[in-house]
Structures are given as structure tokens and as C-alpha cells.
């Protein structure tokens, strides 16, 4: 059974943001190729590959302390509820 993906990063914004496919890049990444490859095929400078990678990173660090928080508090609020129906264990 296939794997369902959560919400993901916006890569029609970061290719508005930066006028650039970043879809593209990101199955470059994929494949394995070098950051300066990239660059050198998609005609950007590297610092701006470096600042679109790191974009992604965030949004990713992001979406999964969100997926954190929310497993936590769903954890907790179980907890609670569980306290409240049995109070004296």
C-alpha cells in the first residue's frame, strides 16, 4: 500500500520567488547530481541554489516540528481523557 504524503512544501511559489523551476532542481537533487551542476545547468548562480535548498529545508523542518507537535498534543489530550475516566487507578 502506497505511502499517503502529508502536506508539502509550495514549489510554485519558490519557483515564483526565485524565477525558477524548482521542481526541476529538486529531482536533480534527487538523481545526485552536484550542487554546482545544477547550477551550471539551470543557469543560476550558487548562492541562490544554496538559498532555494535551504528554503526547502525549512519547510521541511517545519512541516515535520508541526507533525511533532500535533502527535503530542493528540498523545496527551488521550492521556487526559483516559485520567479523567479512571481517576481512581
Do not use: C, N
Not at 4 to 13: L, R, T
Not at 55 to 78: G, N, T, W
Request: aromatic share 4%; hydrophobic share 35%; no cysteine.
Amino acid at each position: 500500500m502506497p505511502k499517503s504524503k502529508g502536506p508539502q512544501i509550495d514549489e510554485k511559489a519558490l519557483s515564483k520567488k526565485y524565477r525558477t523551476s524548482v521542481t526541476r532542481l529538486i529531482r536533480a537533487w534527487k538523481s545526485g547530481r552536484s550542487d554546482m551542476e545544477i547550477a551550471a545547468r539551470a543557469g543560476i548562480d550558487l548562492t541562490t541554489l544554496r538559498q532555494i535548498k535551504t528554503d526547502i529545508e525549512l519547510a521541511h523542518r517545519k512541516l515535520r516540528l508541526d507533525k511533532k507537535k500535533e502527535a503530542l498534543a493528540k498523545s496527551q489530550a488521550s492521556l487526559q481523557r483516559q485520567i479523567f475516566l479512571r481517576p481512581l487507578l
